[in-house]
């Protein structure tokens, strides 16, 4: 079931609910919508409340007037829970998503039960990524959006994935090319290059040196 985000901050934004149980919110990644989740949902809503939100600029959410930030995708994360009276929850993070996880441990701690990374990472980004961002930039600036999704898309799947995956991995590109035109692509990659997004394994390792972060961390990655 969709439902919109009732905020003044995030208009024109939802997500998608389902199910019963201690609440899971699931954050999907750069050039995805909630749907990237469809088939972990139908596991997951046989024992949980399950939460996939479409983040700002993408699917039914609209881009707010405010700069995108990794930390305003956590205050966005929070916005759902606060509309949900929820006070703990389990957070996935997919790729970028996992960037908001992050920021969400960082800003909302003690509203996290436990939290999971899956493709992504804690670490800041080396030069070499910085590097195929700003050619992603040039490519966007250059062809244009369509092509830059065209291009980038099948490298979201294993070459294993992409012949046992193919109808999905086939449908995820029109599918895309319809719900993200919201989304300023050049300059969310701007954001992602320029995001004061320090290392934030110092600041994990801290907390869990520390004991402040008392919950469980899962990193997952595999093909």
Known sequence: ???ILNSSVFQQSGYYKSGQGFPIILLHGFAEDHSIWSSLIKHLEKDYLVIAPDLPGTGISAL???EMSMDLLA???????????????IMLG???GGYAALAFAEKYENKLSAFSMIHSSAFADDEAKKENRRKSIKLIENE????FLK?????????SSKVRLKREMDAHQPRQFLRIVRFDIEEGFQQINRRNRHNRADQLQFQIGVGNLT???RFVAGV
Do not use: C
């Open 151 to 159: 291009a980038m898309i099948p490298n979201l799947y294993s070459e």
């Open 94 to 96: 997919h790729s970028m």
């Open 1 to 3: 079931m969709h439902t």
């Open 75 to 89: 205050d966005f994360a929070n916005e759902i829970l606060e509309q949900e009276k929820i006070e703990k929850v």
């Open 144 to 147: 244009g959006r369509e092509v």
């Open 215 to 217: 919950h469980p961390a």
């Open 64 to 66: 707010p007037e405010q």
